[in-house]
């Protein structure tokens, strides 16, 4: 396959991307100097827990969007699909800091789980109270026996919601993470592609997949699912997505829910609004009740063609927080 | 050849390391196709990038190989990046730590060494051998080159079997199913490719212990 990119050198894209977006938003974030770390405009905000998360570039709106009011205050940027390093996530987690402790948010990936947890430790060492929650709600990476072998996938847009507004209302950084834990264990999601992305940094697909075949499962950086199959309807797919989301909770009669229907780079919002329908009928039959519903790209894979059905059960609380407004740079909630 | 390795003999291994890992890294990134995201290379490079740097900047009436490897250490693990910089950076750091003080390292010297870089990949990375990572190259590398001290080889011996080892050790991973990092969501679908991360150790071990080799 030809490459088609409007990108220049591309060793110089995340840096040029960077520089973009910060110009583009500079009422709302800005750059640390020393590292490729972007900070919303007024941290560290004061008497907040700061709300810091990161992973490989490539995922937008994730993981920059998301910074502002009521979701991220600093974000540590990686290369495309790579973890940040120590030193990133540590200036990151500094810049959060106004004395309340950091959450760190972050996917179930080996490279963020030993950057982000040797950056913790050197946080901690240094007096700042950190703790982290770690996403894994890709239902499809490992069964349910061994939950923390599971991917962190669109489940984290959850996460940043549900922490970024109880930080805002002023709670305690230990509050903050355990309904962030169960915010995450709520979190069940599915997804599945049909085209990979190309990776800029090399000129090469993601994955390898035949014409009229799609991957049922795939992970965010196109790593494969739990099976490949010839393309299916828009309702055949999203009945298998939906029905081993809905199983693996087990969601169950009576529950709410909010809906996150995530296009995962080049599925077209015409597509995606198919599947949610398909979706919400299922829920129906099930007898579950839809509190709120998320519609578009919330966390791509630059541009993969497929998206994912993520569920999370809903209690009072997670309501509240679900609902609160938020500022976010590609994510405003009024 | 001499009995024991010197500071420049270690800086000088270190940049053959880092040429060896650049002159493969459309290989790595290939051979993470099947089974990651084909970045291995890229990522690789990345966390060895800087250490020419550490290495050169290193100052010359230093003399110490552990503090020189724990510097090394440190910079990938800081500014390494992907998994790649906390596994290898801990691995110098730990491979530094064994051997502080140290100015010139004998065979014994070179195998406590060794055993404390895998033991560095083994504790970061929490696998055990046969979980299809960069361990099963290193460990076994390990292995050889204690053996080989054992039997009262010569260093050139000793290296040239921990190279051996690592070979035998990265091909291993062919035939086994993944367990840690992104491929271990394959399962089955791993077996039938080399391990990127196992390719990579060969190819730092290549270069360092085949440095010192020829050296």
Request: a negative charge.
């Amino acid at each position: 396959m030809k490459v088609k990119k409007f990108i220049n050198q591309p060793e110089n894209l995340i840096e040029e991307m960077l520089e973009g977006f910060v110009i583009a938003n500079q009422n709302k974030v800005k750059r640390l100097e020393t590292e490729r770390v972007l900070v919303r405009k007024d941290a560290p905000v004061t008497g907040k827990v700061g709300i810091v998360t990161g992973g490989g570039s490539g995922h937008k709106p994730a993981f920059i969007g998301y910074i502002g009011r009521g979701l991220v205050d600093a974000v540590a940027v990686g290369d495309i699909f790579a973890a940040p390093p120590v030193q990133r996530v540590y200036e990151a987690i500094k810049a959060a800091d106004a004395g309340k402790g950091v959450l760190l948010c972050l996917g179930n990936y080996s490279g963020d789980v030993m950057n982000f947890g040797m950056a913790q430790e050197l946080a901690q060492s240094e007096g700042i109270e950190v703790e982290s929650v770690i996403v894994n709600d890709d239902v499809a990476s490992s069964p349910k026996e061994r939950m923390d072998n599971r991917r962190g996938v669109a489940g984290e847009v959850i996460l940043w919601k549900v922490a970024g507004a109880l930080a805002e209302e002023g709670a305690d950084l230990k509050k903050i993470k355990e309904v962030g834990e169960r915010a995450v264990f709520n979190t069940r999601s599915m997804g599945v592609a049909h085209t990979p992305c190309i990776l800029p940094t090399t000129g090469k697909p993601s994955f390898q997949i035949g014409e009229e075949e799609m991957e049922i499962g795939v992970g965010h950086h196109g790593e494969p699912g739990i099976k490949r199959t010839k393309m299916m309807s828009a309702d055949e797919v999203t009945e298998l997505l939906t029905r081993q989301v809905l199983e693996d909770l087990p969601f169950q009669r009576g529950d709410e829910v909010t809906v996150l229907v995530n296009g995962l780079g080049s599925t077209s919002l015409l597509e995606m609004y198919i599947c949610f329908r398909k979706v919400a009928q299922i829920l129906s039959d099930y007898g579950i009740k839809i509190h709120r519903t998320y519609m578009g790209e919330f966390f791509t894979s630059l541009e993969m063609g497929g998206f994912s059905v993520t569920l999370t059960k809903m209690d009072e609380e997670l309501k509240r927080l679900i609902d609160a407004p938020c500022d976010g740079i590609h994510f405003v909630q009024h | 050849m001499s009995q024991s390795i010197s500071i420049e003999k270690v800086k000088y291994a270190l940049h053959k390391v880092v040429e060896n890992l650049e002159k493969n890294r459309q290989y790595l990134n290939d051979l993470d196709s099947p089974i990651g995201d084909s970045d291995h290379g890229e990522s690789v490079c990345n966390a060895f990038h800087k250490i020419q740097e550490i290495v050169d900047k290193f100052p010359e009436e230093k003399r110490d190989i552990g503090e020189l490897l724990q510097a090394v250490g440190k910079s990938i693990v800081l500014s390494g990046g992907a998994a790649m910089g906390p596994l290898y950076g801990t691995a110098f750091m730990d491979a530094g730590k064994a051997v502080l003080g140290k100015e010139e390292l004998t065979p014994a010297d070179l195998v406590q060494m060794w055993e404390a870089f895998a033991g560095g990949i083994k504790r970061r990375g929490q696998v055990e051998l046969g979980d299809k990572t960069m361990y099963d190259t290193i460990y076994p590398s390990f292995l050889a080159l204690q053996k080989a001290y054992e039997e009262g080889k010569s260093l050139k011996e000793m290296l040239r079997e921990a190279i051996e080892g690592a070979q035998e050790g990265m091909e291993s991973t062919k035939d086994l199913v993944s367990k840690r990092g992104r491929s271990s969501r394959l399962g089955e679908r791993s077996r039938g490719h080399i391990d990127p991360g196992a390719a990579s150790s060969y190819f730092i071990i290549e270069a360092f212990f085949g440095s010192l080799i020829d050296n």
